[in-house]
Structure formats: C-alpha cells, structure tokens
C-alpha cells in the first residue's frame, strides 16, 4: 500500500456532509471491524440524522439472524468473502431502511479464520443503484488491520457518493 | 465525578476475562454510544469468544425493530429513560442470545434530545439473575460523554460479574 494513512474520522466526515447534503441516510453491518466504523461516524457532530443505526454480527447464527446472510452464501463462499461482504451491506440496508450500506468482515488476527489468513479483508458498499466488494490484504497488527478497514470503507462509501453526483444530471 | 478516568480498553479487558473465565458471552445495543461499546470490547484479543454481536440503534424504529424494544415503553418513559436503557440491555441479550446484555440511551450533545439535556445518560446491564440501571450526568463535550460512558458500562458489567462470582456458591 503506498496510500499515506489520515485520520478515519476525515473520511467520515467527508461521507456525513455528503449524506446530510443530499438527505441521504447509511447504516453498518460490521464483523471484522466490530462497530468501529459505527464509532468513527458516530464522532461527528450532526451524524445522527444521517446514520441511523448498525449491526455487529461476529458469529455466523448473527449474520443471518440479525443481518439477514443468507446460510447458502457462507456456506458457499466462506465467511471472509466478497459475496458475505457483499451481502452484509444489502441486508443491513433492507433491514435498516438506509440508502446506503455497509459491510465488512474479515481477519485481524493474530489466528486465521475461515480459511483465510491474517490482514484478508472483504469491504463492501450497497447503495441506491452502487454495489462494490472489494479483497485487501493488510499487513501490521489488529489493531492497525481494524483501523486501516475502517478508514478504507468510509473512503469506498465516500468515492461512490462523489462518483454518483458526477452523473445525476443523467 | 471525584473517579480518575483510565483507559477504556481496562474495564474492557477485564470483562472480556472474566468472561473467558466463565465461558460466558455478551452483546450491546447502544443508541448514545453508536458502537464504541462494542469497539472497545473488539479491541481486546480473544473478544471474538465472548462478543457475539451488538446492536447500534439511533432511531426509535430501530430500537423497536432490531432490538425489541416495546413502542409503549418508549411513549411512556422517553427515549432517554432506565426503562429503555434495560429494555436495550435486555432486548439484545435475547435476540443474540448472550449471557449478559449491555444498552446505552442518552445526550451527547451539543442538542438536547428526548427531552433531556446534554450529558444525561442512562446505562444499563442485563444478566442471568441481573439487572441495573443507573442514570448518570456527565459534563464536558461529546466525545467526553462518548467516552466516560463506555467506560462506565464496562465497569457496570465489571462489577456484576464480580459480585455474582462472590456468591455462587450459595
């Protein structure tokens, strides 16, 4: 990674102004990061009527049950996988009535899991008419893999919200 | 508050070892805190075997939805209330079928909320022979009210868990 790591809560303020200004709302479906993107757009002042809410889903019954996963896709692709990723940010975005979602899951360490090893990440972002998953590979420990996910997602959310003004003119 | 604050990441800790210890597991709705509970909890190594999942609930639809917390409670106490508090705690350690159960509600400000002013919290604990709600008013500004009210939960939770362990062997 050659990208010069800033302060997550720069690019969760960029996403909350961006949301507040189109009267757009998020909502999180966290595993790997486990509410610490809910954390970083909770910290600006104004948020709350644009977040509405998220979901910690660390354990598989959780993802289904809360999230809405379906059993076939974890057991078809694996928990650390761009499809859960994928289908973490649909579910808690029909689950919560946002216009935007999204999902994380993955390994921070310092054990493996689900067949993938430390510093595998799977983000993903849901919205209106958007779908992105995308696999990183993070070096460092959990603490940094947490934080360097946190701030990816927000940047993933942040360039679709920005790529999708460019073109509503449409 | 004559209390030294410490970082959050201690109460944190000794939960998640107690907890180890017991082999007992724990889940967060928190509206107030938007997911710092439950980050502070993911940032202890070996969380992932007690910390099944949390909710964070800023809306009232939310907090019914995907919590279970009843509408009457809620027309009847206010959103920021013991009664929601516990009815958090309690409705998320059911629906993620946990031991203990943590909920957060109130003010970080700078607006009043729920009819309350900044810095009214209310913090409650749901265990298997447990339950505490206790109201709290913490001054300074957002990330301070953020911040003192992980710590206390933790330390809500430390303290239940201490105590039940004192007596079980009545």
Redesign the interface.
């Known amino acids: 990674m050659t990208h010069t790591p800033s302060p997550s809560v720069t690019p969760a303020k960029r996403v909350v102004d961006e949301l507040t200004a189109r009267g757009q709302t998020v909502s999180?479906a966290?595993s790997l990061?486990?509410?610490?993107?809910?954390?970083a757009?909770?910290?600006v002042?104004g948020?709350?009527s644009v977040?509405?809410?998220?979901?910690?889903?660390?354990?598989v019954?959780?993802k289904k049950?809360?999230v809405g996963v379906p059993g076939e896709v974890i057991d078809a692709h694996g928990v650390v996988s761009g499809e859960v990723a994928r289908a973490l940010a649909e579910g808690v975005r029909r689950?919560?009535?946002t216009d935007w979602g999204i999902g994380t899951t993955g390994v921070a360490g310092?054990e493996s899991h689900g067949g993938q090893s430390p510093g595998v990440v799977w983000l993903a972002v849901s919205g209106p008419d958007d779908e992105v998953a995308r696999r990183y590979r993070f070096s460092g420990d959990?603490?940094h893999v947490?934080a360097a996910s946190v701030e990816r997602v927000l940047y993933l959310l942040d360039g679709l919200l920005h790529a999708s003004s460019a073109t509503e003119s449409d």
């Not at 990061?33 to 954390?39: E, I």
């Not at 509405?52 to 660390?58: M, Q, T």
Request: net charge negative.
């Open positions: 999180v966290e990061t486990g509410g610490l993107v809910s954390a757009l909770v910290t002042p948020s709350s977040f509405r809410g998220g979901i910690v889903a660390y354990s019954e959780l049950e809360l689950r919560c009535g310092p959990r603490e947490h």
